[in-house]
């Protein structure tokens, strides 16, 4: 697969990047859909080929604008990961990541750019977790109906259904009681009047960790306007049951390297209170809800760069 993935940006500089002398044209076509992803989706329609390949070196062409690829690349090329591992961990869990959400907004605003374009259809099925349920619903509408009378849109129709049925948006969350990272009993309810984040994670979870350092950004700038986060770690990898001393040591752990100072809790920590991850119907790692001041769910993601739930904050804390 060539279209690269967030982990696959961390391993580029071990692929050789790091030693090509031009970085810039190291760089060239990072993120480029490759033309047989595309047409594999649309295998059980019938397109015109010549049109699809247009469109995608149209995509391709936005994608390769170097918007700080080169620079990345060139820092990273200093930092020695043996003697200095602490600087290249700080790197790779902010810098790729960032610039990967600007890549992926980039694909979003393709999509509302060619609403008549098959590689919009594509895009709205591999980018979908940078849309929440209800946008990930407005933006299918906002298709042509060519593209929503082939048979690859139907799977897209079947996310959006499925997505509902998960979403809890205009709910009530269910409330919960755990020990928090100090010992110290929380609920979630304990923090009405505030907007919440929930987010849940692992530390087993590459991309929740990779969305920590923003996370971090967002809550230096609003935690003191009444943003609060409130962390639901499953160390329990795959259904397999971790045992809770294990668990809590790597959960622990995690919190500890990573900084993340806010509330934390372990959703399996013995206590026989409700399950969490279950209440809140959470199947995918990083999945964060955004609660408003009374404790409904006003938006849910199932992705660490989406930004919506930054948007939303932003807009109801800078009022």
Known sequence: MKRIALWGMLLLPLAGICRQQDTKDSTAGMFDLEPGLVMTFLSKDSVDKKEVLRDIEVLNILLRKDIGEAEMIRQLQVIDRVKDSVAFYNFVTTKPAALYREKRIMMQQFVEAHPDSYVSLYELDYNHGMYSADSYAVAYGKLSNRLKNTQAAKKIRDRIAYLKQIALTGMQAPDFTRKNQYRKTVRLSDYKGKLVILDFWGSWCGACRQSHPHLKELYAAYKDKGLEIV?????????????????????LGAIKKDGVDWVHVLNDEGSGGIDIVKAFRVTSYPTKFLLDKDGKVLLRIEDGLNVEIDQLVKSMLEK
């Not at 770690?233 to 045992?243: I, L, Q, S």
Request: no cysteine; net charge negative.
């Open 231 to 251: 962390a639901v770690a499953n160390e329990n990898v795959h259904g397999d049951k971790t045992p809770l001393d294990k668990a809590t040591s790597n959960w």
